[in-house]
């Protein structure tokens, strides 16, 4: 059952190496990372402009781990898993419904983003209290309509949590290796990333005139 839907204008979201070791501090324990070669994982890093939704527009950002998907009840099968380590939103009134509503980590205070689109490049800038936090950017390719069908995996106290959802809209993809990302040294993130990440993605995605649909949480 639907319990979240959320319309965006434009949003992102790339593939980077990262280190096993890091990866694997910052899961849980029951799950584990996605190995793209020996002792490299994903970090997944996704920005989402929203223009409508309960609280009305605002702007979010997440960095994950990817993990597998597992098989549930639901009808269709994941494509992947992510379970988010840092979640930001530029709303107070947004992060309190997402975060009882899904119990994502969110930061207690808000971000500042742009969404610069130039030619056919996205440019997504994020501050907390004035510092920069990340500078992300994707290339286009060859757009087309599309719904993916991801699981979010996310802890409450002790309870081991999923839900399914849906991300539709027009999308671009590539792995091309033409975006790039800029993470500065800000107290959030630096000790996370203590091994060497590549500053190009090798997937890109881009999405517009979309929207992401979350469904009901399932314990497991």
């Known amino acids: ?48 402009l929203f223009d409508e939704s309960e609280v009305g527009p605002y702007t979010e950002l997440m960095l994950s781990v990817v993990v597998p998907p597992m098989v549930g009840s639901w009808l269709h099968h994941a494509k992947a898993g992510f379970y988010p380590f840092l979640a930001a939103t530029s709303s107070e009134e947004a992060r309190r419904r997402r975060e009882e509503r899904f119990h994502f980590p969110y930061l207690d205070e808000d971000i500042d983003a742009q969404f610069i689109e130039t030619g056919d ?42 839900t399914t959802l849906q991300i539709s809209g027009e999308y671009t993809m590539h792995e091309n290796e033409r975006g790039s990302i800029n993470l500065y040294p800000h107290p959030l993130i630096k000790d996370v990333f203590r091994n060497e990440m590549p500053s190009s993605p090798f997937r890109e995605h881009w999405f517009k ?6 469904h009901s949480l399932e314990a497991f």
Do not use: C, K
């Open 121 to 162: 490049r996205l440019t997504v800038r994020a501050w907390v209290g004035g510092d920069p936090l990340l500078d992300l950017s994707v290339t286009q390719y060859s757009w087309e309509s599309t719904t993916h069908v991801l699981q979010g995996f996310m802890m409450n106290g002790e309870e081991r949590l999923r």
């Open 209 to 214: 005139n979309g929207r992401e649909v979350f």
């Open 1 to 48: 059952m639907p319990v979240g839907s959320y319309a965006f204008r434009t949003g992102v979201s790339a593939f980077f190496e990262m280190a096993t070791e890091d990866a694997v501090a910052a899961l849980p324990r029951h799950l584990q990372p996605i190995e793209v070669r020996h002792q490299r994982s994903v970090l997944s890093v996704t920005a989402f």
